[in-house]
Structures are given as structure tokens and as C-alpha cells.
């Protein structure tokens, strides 16, 4: 199982950003995949995840301004982060929980949200 993560980079104040995560040794079709981010000197939190029925949830702090969604053709999921702000800034880290008993992460893509 790999996860790929990617499309981070610095953006100011109210910019937008979109990351993915290409996944690849698993039926991605039948994922549920989450993003999640840490903070530097916070815990890792949950920021939005999307079920086989597309279903999604997102963490207070994002909702209406993040969008989780998934292209199954692609085994990529996406976070869409519009009106960011600098609390935004952190590591963002894409989950696939429980794939064969094991939960998978990607690498970490940084996120600066600075003017």
C-alpha cells in the first residue's frame, strides 16, 4: 500500500490550495480515506474524511471552507482548502484506516499559510 500526497506549498491569507493523494495497492474504490493535518506542538487531527457512498464529515475549523472529495477512476482523493487561514498551516498527512487490519499514511504535505 502506498499513499502519495501532494500540492502543498505556501499561500497567503484567504488563497486556495488543492491536495491529493494517489493511492495505489488496495481497492481504493472501497476506502474510506481521510486527510488529516498537525500543527507544530499540537496533535494530529482529523480534518475530513469520505466513505465508499461518498458520504463526508469534516472538523468544525473547515467545514464550509474545505471539501473532501475522490476520483476512483484515479485512486485520488482531494482536498480542496479555500479561504485559508494562517491556523490552516501545518502538515497535512492523508489516512487510508484499516486496510487489512493496518492503517496507512502518506508522507505529509506542508501547508504555509502566510502573508
Known amino acids: 500500500v502506498q499513499l502519495q500526497a501532494s500540492g502543498g506549498g505556501l499561500v497567503q491569507p484567504g488563497g486556495s490550495l488543492r491536495l491529493s493523494c494517489a493511492a495505489s495497492?488496495?481497492?481504493?474504490?472501497?476506502?474510506?480515506m481521510g486527510w488529516y493535518r498537525q500543527a507544530p506542538g499540537k496533535q494530529r487531527e482529523l480534518v475530513a474524511s469520505?466513505?465508499?457512498?461518498?458520504?463526508?464529515n469534516y472538523a468544525d475549523s473547515v467545514r464550509g471552507r474545505f471539501t473532501i472529495s475522490r476520483d476512483n477512476a484515479k485512486n485520488t482523493v482531494y482536498l480542496q482548502m479555500n479561504s485559508l487561514k494562517p491556523e490552516d498551516t501545518a502538515v497535512y498527512y492523508c489516512?487510508?484506516?484499516?486496510?487489512?487490519?493496518?492503517?496507512?499514511w502518506g508522507q505529509g504535505t506542508l501547508v504555509t499559510v502566510s502573508s
Open positions: 489516512k487510508a484506516p484499516n486496510v487489512g487490519r493496518t492503517d496507512y
Open positions: 495497492g488496495f481497492i481504493f474504490s472501497d476506502a474510506y
Open positions: 469520505i466513505g465508499r457512498a461518498l458520504r463526508t
